[in-house]
């Protein structure tokens, strides 16, 4: 609406800018006492006239100079025009205000309705990764002898063999301490691998973070006196409920295999979940590709905690 008004006034102001020279024209002919030119006098009065003999019926613009009266209708009416003209051009910048505001208005409309969207997608997102509370952590704890080793031919050998078997415990046994549990209906063919659960995010990352430093503390008495060090890989992912839990730790399983030495692999969800913690543990994600696992795509990314 405001675009073809726009127009309408755009052609009339047009108009007035082009009546006014053959007003100006009409008048200077009139001025001139030649016969000639009364043909052309006339044929520019068949534009001007009219509103002239308008003007004439209310007002008297004739001025008498050395006895010769002159009309000044033309220049009231070129007055006229130039109001005119001038007042179409107000009301063209007037309507192009009036579209600029409504135009800010409509996107602002716009942006606040996409925004709204935009956070109740948001708090969709959230309110789904708060119901994946379940935390799986699955674990690869490998021995590996520093130098060439020997069958256990003395009480010595035998009791390192059970201190390291004491350290190999005391590392699976650290879930307990940050409320984790382990799942031991999970049967892996892999006898190094042990599975926990978790339901708190804050101790899940914890817990994480005191695993790879206890391992580091372990090696140091062991790697020289015991021959022996730990090596771990870890792969975390997260669900619903513990319902699903045989086929959340099959997928979990498949991650493991793409972890290597002391790396922390995790799913994109799980990923999105702590992004949204709220918690000073520093964390850092590098994204380690897209992985078809049980014939769906899946985001995963190794975890770095400071």
Known sequence: MINFLRTIVKIFEGIMWLYLPVVMIYWSLSLIKLDAINPLKATVGIIVQPLMLLINKYFYFHFTFGGEEVDYTPVMLAAGVVIVALGLMFTSKVLDFIEEKLTAAK???????????????????IEELERNKVLYVMIRLTKILKHESYLVNSEGDAFSVGLIDSYEASIKNI??????????????????????????????????????????????????????????????????DTVTAQTDLQLTNKILNLVGQEEIYITDVLKKKLENLDTDISMKFESKGIYILDEKDFDVYRLKIY
């Open 107 to 125: 996107m602002e409309l716009l942006k606040r309705k996409e925004m709204r969207i935009r956070q109740k997608e948001r708090q969709y997102e």
């Open 175 to 240: 879930a307990k301490n940050f409320s984790g549990k382990e799942f031991k209906d999970f049967k892996s063919e892999d006898p190094e691998i042990s599975s926990f659960v978790f339901t708190d995010t804050e101790q899940f990352l914890i817990y994480l973070t005191y695993l790879t430093e206890k391992i580091k503390e372990i090696n140091k008495g062991t790697q020289d006196d015991l021959n022996t060090v730990f090596t771990y890989a870890v792969a975390c992912n997260c669900s619903y």
